[in-house]
Structures are given as C-alpha cells and as structure tokens.
C-alpha cells in the first residue's frame, strides 16, 4: 500500500486530516467533535479502532475540539510539542499520561514505515506546527495557519507530491466583510492566514516535477468560496507560467465532507 490521505474536514469550524500507509493510520488535528470525527472517517471507510495516533498542528479550538473525545474513547496517543500541550491543557480535559507524547518542533518522527517531520508556521498559537510525511519516496506537505510562507517552510514543503495547501481568504470580501476591524488586521497579520493570492505566489515557489495535486484548504466561510478561491490561485498560477489542469490538479476541500482517499 502506498501513501494515502483524506482531508476529512477543513475550514474555519474544524479541521481533520487522515494519513495512512499499509501499517500506521494517523490523524492530524480533531477539530470537530468526537461523534462528528467517526462520521467523517465512516465516509470514507475507516474507523477511529485503526488509527495509530493523533498529530496535533495547534491549539485553537477549530484544530482540537474532539481531541479528548477522541483521546478517552479510543485510547489514542496524542502527539504535540511541548508548548501546545501547555496552551490545550485547560481545553481538552483529562488525558492519561500514557497517553502524551511530545513531538518537537523541527523533527522527524518515525511510525512504522512512515517518517513525519514537524517545521513552525507563522501563527498567533503557543507554538504552531505542521507536517510533511514520507514515505517510499512519496512526499505529502500540509501547511495551513501561517499568516506567510517563509523560505524555511518552501525548502521543507518543496516538490511534495501532494500539498494540503491553506487558502483562507479573499482580500477584498475579508475587508469589505463583517468582522470587526481588529478580527480583520489579525487576520492579515503575518501571524493570521494566507490569502489565495498570497497562497499561490507561495506556491510557484513549491511546485515541483512531482507535485500532481494541491487541495486549497482552510477556505474562510464568511470571506472566501470555493470557485473564487480555485479561480484566484489559477490566475496566479497561471501568470506565473504554471497550468493548472496539465502539470496538477487543484482541488477543493470542505468543512463537512471529506475528500476521497487518494494514494500519492
């Protein structure tokens, strides 16, 4: 069995990311709740029994509301560093002991034959990060929760075969939007989200002969949608000598509908 994901749920009301290979099944982030998570993993037939773990990108309550649902029901490990675990101590209730793991920032965990590394993102939580998996040569990169995409975060993302790639907001609904104005600067901030201009730009700079899918992920419910999300990060793409379509394929992802198993 090859390298193997689903994006159960991405947006602003919860985020969950399935990882497999032929031994270990992992989860990144439970953002929505513990009876929602085995719906979403049902669709797409497989159940919280064969997970090996739970990777956690951060603390805010849209990455772990069912963390530890999920944690007590299934008797699951939980993976996050060291100041995450901190700021969600209050957030997720009691989780047994043997239960914590640390994964620092900046390192590469090993689970049975797949190799996940951690690098930071630019994100106002304790210590936010993401994760890039490795497998048999196959490369996955997820990256949402950064107000930029950094020179470190592209030399570790590049050339993936598949990025789960944020693209939050469009400009001119964000500032035209409802949201108070100090919602609206955080969320331009460097420490907010990336924009679907912002997001492509960053994009030319991670593309490589082996990228064959971008999922457009983290869409904004009240400042994005999708056709205008995929049509803006086309455009830049496209101006930039990139096509969309012929070298890989853009997709969406959704907050209450996981994508189909795809193996990388």
Request: charged share 25%; glycine share 8%.
């Amino acid at each position: 069995m090859s390298l193997q994901f689903s994006v159960l749920a991405s947006g602003s009301t919860g985020n969950a990311i399935y990882i497999e290979t032929e031994n270990e099944s992992l989860l990144v982030d439970a953002g929505l709740s513990g009876k929602q998570l085995e719906g979403l993993l049902t669709q797409i037939g497989r159940t919280p029994k064969q997970l090996s773990g739970i990777l956690v990108t951060h603390e805010h309550s849209d990455h772990i509301k069912g963390l530890g649902v999920m944690a007590r029901k299934h008797q699951l490990p939980i993976y996050a560093n060291e100041k995450t675990w901190k700021a969600m101590e209050n957030l997720v209730g009691e989780i047994p002991t043997e239960q914590k793991f640390i994964f620092p920032m900046e390192k590469i965990r090993t689970f049975g034959s797949l190799d996940v590394e951690s690098f930071g993102v630019s994100h106002d939580a304790a210590e936010p990060m993401f994760y890039v998996f490795h497998h048999e040569g196959r490369k996955i990169a997820l990256i949402t929760d950064t107000g930029y995409v950094s020179d470190r975060m592209k030399g570790i993302i590049r050339n993936s075969n598949a990025f789960v790639f944020e693209s939050n907001h469009d400009v001119d609904m964000l500032r035209m939007g409802k949201y108070p104005w100090n919602i609206k600067r955080r969320i331009l901030s460097d420490v907010g989200h990336v924009s679907n201009e912002d997001a492509a730009l960053a994009m030319t700079d991670v593309i490589g002969e082996d990228t064959k899918r971008i999922y457009l992920a983290h869409l904004s419910l009240d400042n994005n949608m999708k056709d205008l999300a995929r049509m803006a990060v086309q455009q830049t793409l496209e101006s930039k000598g990139f096509s969309a379509g012929e070298q890989f394929e853009l997709y969406d992802t959704d907050p209450k509908i996981p994508t189909p198993i795809f193996a990388v």
